[in-house]
């Protein structure tokens, strides 16, 4: 729904702008290109913060069923973030 709202949105655009020179196709050529990759970074946002959520849900989970000890996995799966000793 929102890749079609924006396909009309910058058709209408570039269909109305003034033509300096008569080849007007550039704007409509690349406008499925512009919104694809408008829609895949509003995906990896949704993705992110709920991939923080699922984190945190789960850490919470583990921490009832193990205790203190859910604080291990989060150090190994944080570990790939941190930098490495030189």
Known sequence: MLRGTLIIAVYGK?????????????????MST????????LIDLHEMWA????VAIATWLLEI???????GPVII?????????T
């Open 51 to 54: 991939n923080v959520v699922q």
């Open 34 to 41: 512009d919104v694809e990759q408008t829609i895949r970074g």
């Open 77 to 85: 799966a944080l570990g790939k973030y941190l930098p490495s000793p």
């Open 14 to 30: 570039a269909t109305n702008i003034p033509a300096i020179t008569k080849d007007n196709k550039a704007p409509i050529t690349l």
């Open 65 to 71: 069923e193990l205790g203190t000890a859910c604080v």
